[in-house]
Protein backbone atom coordinates (compact mmCIF):
# COMPACT_ATOMS: atom_id res chain seq x y z
CA UNK A 1 0.00 0.00 0.00
CA UNK A 2 0.84 3.54 -0.45
CA UNK A 3 2.78 4.98 2.54
CA UNK A 4 1.61 8.46 1.38
CA UNK A 5 -1.83 10.79 1.29
CA UNK A 6 -2.73 13.37 -0.69
CA UNK A 7 -5.53 15.13 -1.45
CA UNK A 8 -7.40 14.14 -4.51
CA UNK A 9 -7.47 17.64 -6.44
CA UNK A 10 -6.36 21.35 -5.90
CA UNK A 11 -6.54 24.28 -8.22
CA UNK A 12 -4.12 27.04 -8.74
CA UNK A 13 -4.19 30.13 -10.54
CA UNK A 14 -1.84 30.86 -13.66
CA UNK A 15 1.28 32.30 -11.99
CA UNK A 16 0.80 31.64 -8.37
CA UNK A 17 2.57 29.49 -6.38
CA UNK A 18 1.04 25.78 -6.24
CA UNK A 19 1.43 24.31 -2.47
CA UNK A 20 0.97 20.64 -2.90
CA UNK A 21 0.97 19.29 0.30
CA UNK A 22 2.09 15.33 1.80
CA UNK A 23 1.35 13.55 4.67
CA UNK A 24 3.76 10.16 5.65
CA UNK A 25 3.51 9.84 9.16
CA UNK A 26 5.06 6.36 8.65
CA UNK A 27 8.24 6.98 6.88
CA UNK A 28 11.44 5.58 7.94
CA UNK A 29 14.98 7.26 8.70
CA UNK A 30 16.17 5.75 5.69
CA UNK A 31 13.00 6.70 2.98
CA UNK A 32 13.55 9.42 0.77
CA UNK A 33 10.74 11.77 -0.45
CA UNK A 34 10.05 11.47 -4.47
CA UNK A 35 7.65 13.85 -6.14
CA UNK A 36 6.88 13.23 -9.80
CA UNK A 37 4.18 14.42 -12.35
CA UNK A 38 1.78 12.73 -15.05
CA UNK A 39 0.84 14.84 -17.72
CA UNK A 40 -2.58 12.71 -19.20
CA UNK A 41 -1.35 10.17 -21.30
CA UNK A 42 2.42 10.60 -20.67
CA UNK A 43 4.84 8.58 -18.65
CA UNK A 44 5.39 9.92 -14.61
CA UNK A 45 8.12 12.85 -14.95
CA UNK A 46 10.64 13.02 -12.19
CA UNK A 47 10.40 16.61 -9.97
CA UNK A 48 12.66 16.28 -7.21
CA UNK A 49 13.63 14.50 -4.21
CA UNK A 50 15.05 14.96 -0.47
CA UNK A 51 15.51 13.13 2.84
CA UNK A 52 15.25 15.54 5.28
CA UNK A 53 16.68 19.37 3.99
CA UNK A 54 14.71 21.25 2.20
CA UNK A 55 15.29 21.37 -1.52
CA UNK A 56 14.69 23.17 -4.85
CA UNK A 57 15.52 23.15 -8.53
CA UNK A 58 14.69 24.36 -11.48
CA UNK A 59 11.32 23.19 -11.24
CA UNK A 60 10.31 23.34 -7.84
CA UNK A 61 10.77 23.24 -4.12
CA UNK A 62 10.87 20.83 -1.55
CA UNK A 63 9.99 21.67 2.24
CA UNK A 64 10.27 18.62 4.73
CA UNK A 65 9.02 18.97 8.22
CA UNK A 66 11.68 18.89 10.77
CA UNK A 67 9.78 15.78 12.24
CA UNK A 68 9.70 13.99 8.42
CA UNK A 69 6.33 12.98 8.56
CA UNK A 70 4.92 15.86 5.97
CA UNK A 71 6.23 17.76 2.50
CA UNK A 72 4.90 20.14 0.14
CA UNK A 73 5.66 20.44 -2.96
CA UNK A 74 6.03 24.12 -4.23
CA UNK A 75 5.69 25.49 -8.28
CA UNK A 76 6.52 29.06 -7.74
CA UNK A 77 4.47 30.04 -10.58
CA UNK A 78 2.45 27.56 -12.40
CA UNK A 79 1.34 27.71 -16.07
CA UNK A 80 -1.49 25.97 -17.51
CA UNK A 81 1.10 23.11 -18.47
CA UNK A 82 1.20 22.87 -14.79
CA UNK A 83 -1.67 21.06 -14.89
CA UNK A 84 -0.77 16.84 -14.05
CA UNK A 85 -1.08 14.92 -11.36
CA UNK A 86 1.24 14.49 -9.00
CA UNK A 87 2.50 11.54 -6.98
CA UNK A 88 4.24 11.95 -3.19
CA UNK A 89 6.12 8.64 -2.96
CA UNK A 90 8.91 7.55 -0.02
CA UNK A 91 11.33 5.36 -1.35
CA UNK A 92 14.30 3.45 -0.13
CA UNK A 93 17.67 3.89 -1.98
CA UNK A 94 19.49 0.71 -0.79
CA UNK A 95 23.04 0.20 0.22
CA UNK A 96 25.09 0.64 -3.09
CA UNK A 97 22.51 2.48 -5.10
CA UNK A 98 20.59 -0.35 -5.63
CA UNK A 99 16.15 0.75 -5.22
CA UNK A 100 13.62 -0.07 -4.13
CA UNK A 101 9.97 -0.10 -6.50
CA UNK A 102 7.70 2.85 -6.42
CA UNK A 103 4.80 2.63 -4.81
CA UNK A 104 2.35 5.58 -6.44
CA UNK A 105 -0.70 6.45 -4.56
CA UNK A 106 -4.09 8.27 -6.22
CA UNK A 107 -1.87 11.72 -6.50
CA UNK A 108 -3.10 15.12 -6.26
CA UNK A 109 -4.75 16.36 -9.29
CA UNK A 110 -3.68 19.70 -9.82
CA UNK A 111 -5.22 21.89 -12.29
CA UNK A 112 -3.95 25.52 -13.21
CA UNK A 113 -6.89 27.96 -13.74
CA UNK A 114 -6.19 31.22 -16.63
CA UNK B 1 21.12 12.08 -24.29
CA UNK B 2 18.14 9.88 -25.55
CA UNK B 3 15.02 9.23 -23.24
CA UNK B 4 13.56 5.75 -22.27
CA UNK B 5 12.52 4.88 -25.45
CA UNK B 6 9.30 2.35 -25.12
CA UNK B 7 7.95 0.27 -28.41
CA UNK B 8 5.16 -0.21 -29.66
CA UNK B 9 3.33 2.90 -28.52
CA UNK B 10 0.29 1.04 -29.72
CA UNK B 11 -1.11 -2.31 -29.75
CA UNK B 12 -4.12 -3.79 -30.00
CA UNK B 13 -4.64 -7.82 -29.11
CA UNK B 14 -7.37 -10.25 -28.91
CA UNK B 15 -7.73 -12.67 -26.04
CA UNK B 16 -5.60 -15.48 -25.44
CA UNK B 17 -2.85 -14.05 -27.23
CA UNK B 18 0.81 -13.26 -25.85
CA UNK B 19 2.41 -9.83 -26.48
CA UNK B 20 5.86 -8.70 -25.82
CA UNK B 21 6.66 -4.92 -25.10
CA UNK B 22 9.97 -3.43 -25.19
CA UNK B 23 11.78 -0.97 -23.52
CA UNK B 24 15.61 0.80 -23.92
CA UNK B 25 16.39 2.50 -20.78
CA UNK B 26 18.77 5.50 -20.95
CA UNK B 27 22.32 4.90 -21.97
CA UNK B 28 24.42 3.72 -18.81
CA UNK B 29 21.45 3.39 -16.81
CA UNK B 30 21.20 -0.60 -15.77
CA UNK B 31 18.40 -0.50 -13.87
CA UNK B 32 14.77 -1.02 -15.41
CA UNK B 33 11.31 -1.30 -14.11
CA UNK B 34 8.09 -1.59 -15.67
CA UNK B 35 4.24 -0.08 -14.55
CA UNK B 36 1.03 -0.95 -15.25
CA UNK B 37 -1.50 2.32 -15.32
CA UNK B 38 -5.06 1.85 -15.22
CA UNK B 39 -8.32 3.87 -14.24
CA UNK B 40 -9.63 1.12 -11.47
CA UNK B 41 -5.87 0.25 -10.21
CA UNK B 42 -3.79 3.22 -10.50
CA UNK B 43 0.02 2.78 -11.56
CA UNK B 44 1.19 -0.84 -10.13
CA UNK B 45 4.59 -1.97 -9.87
CA UNK B 46 5.49 -4.95 -12.29
CA UNK B 47 9.16 -5.79 -12.02
CA UNK B 48 12.50 -3.99 -11.60
CA UNK B 49 15.53 -5.70 -13.49
CA UNK B 50 19.12 -4.82 -12.77
CA UNK B 51 22.29 -6.40 -14.32
CA UNK B 52 20.06 -8.75 -16.12
CA UNK B 53 18.81 -10.03 -12.71
CA UNK B 54 14.83 -9.41 -11.51
CA UNK B 55 15.60 -7.70 -8.28
CA UNK B 56 11.84 -6.82 -7.40
CA UNK B 57 8.76 -8.50 -8.33
CA UNK B 58 5.30 -6.95 -7.86
CA UNK B 59 2.19 -9.18 -6.64
CA UNK B 60 0.86 -9.95 -10.58
CA UNK B 61 0.30 -13.59 -11.99
CA UNK B 62 2.81 -15.86 -13.72
CA UNK B 63 1.74 -14.70 -16.94
CA UNK B 64 3.28 -11.70 -16.77
CA UNK B 65 7.05 -11.95 -17.02
CA UNK B 66 9.80 -10.17 -18.00
CA UNK B 67 13.98 -10.33 -19.08
CA UNK B 68 16.69 -7.91 -19.37
CA UNK B 69 19.61 -8.05 -22.16
CA UNK B 70 23.56 -7.59 -21.61
CA UNK B 71 22.82 -4.16 -23.19
CA UNK B 72 20.19 -3.31 -20.17
CA UNK B 73 17.26 -3.22 -23.02
CA UNK B 74 14.32 -5.20 -21.33
CA UNK B 75 11.28 -6.79 -22.33
CA UNK B 76 7.96 -8.18 -20.81
CA UNK B 77 5.75 -10.75 -21.95
CA UNK B 78 2.02 -11.01 -20.97
CA UNK B 79 0.28 -14.29 -22.19
CA UNK B 80 -2.72 -15.05 -22.44
CA UNK B 81 -3.73 -12.10 -22.31
CA UNK B 82 -7.31 -11.13 -20.85
CA UNK B 83 -9.82 -8.06 -21.03
CA UNK B 84 -8.46 -7.21 -17.86
CA UNK B 85 -4.60 -6.42 -19.12
CA UNK B 86 -5.94 -3.51 -21.65
CA UNK B 87 -3.31 -0.71 -19.57
CA UNK B 88 -0.74 1.68 -20.49
CA UNK B 89 2.56 0.03 -19.65
CA UNK B 90 5.05 2.36 -18.46
CA UNK B 91 8.86 1.39 -18.58
CA UNK B 92 11.12 3.48 -16.07
CA UNK B 93 15.03 3.18 -15.93
CA UNK B 94 17.13 4.57 -13.46
CA UNK B 95 21.12 4.99 -12.54
CA UNK B 96 22.45 4.20 -9.40
CA UNK B 97 20.38 6.04 -6.28
CA UNK B 98 18.84 9.02 -9.19
CA UNK B 99 15.18 9.28 -9.67
CA UNK B 100 13.18 6.90 -12.24
CA UNK B 101 12.90 8.10 -15.67
CA UNK B 102 10.11 6.78 -17.62
CA UNK B 103 9.16 6.44 -20.92
CA UNK B 104 6.08 7.17 -22.79
CA UNK B 105 4.19 3.68 -22.29
CA UNK B 106 2.68 1.64 -24.49
CA UNK B 107 -1.18 1.19 -24.49
CA UNK B 108 -2.30 -2.20 -24.86
CA UNK B 109 -6.13 -3.04 -25.60
CA UNK B 110 -6.80 -6.41 -25.20
CA UNK B 111 -10.12 -7.28 -27.65
Known amino acids: DAKTTQPTSMDCAEGRAANLPCNHSTISGNEYVYWYRQIHSQGPQYIIH???NNETNEMASLIITEDRKSSTLILPHATLRDTAVYYC???????????????FGTGTLLAVQP | KAGVTQTPRYLIKTRGQQVTLSCSPI?????VSWYQQTPGQGLQFLFEYFSETQRNKGNFPGRFSGRQFSNSRSEMNVSTLELGDSALYLC??????????FGSGTRLTVV
Open chain 2, 27 to 31: SGHRS
Open chain 1, 50 to 52: GLK
Open chain 1, 89 to 103: IVRVVLAGGATNKLI
Open chain 2, 92 to 101: ASSSLGDGYT
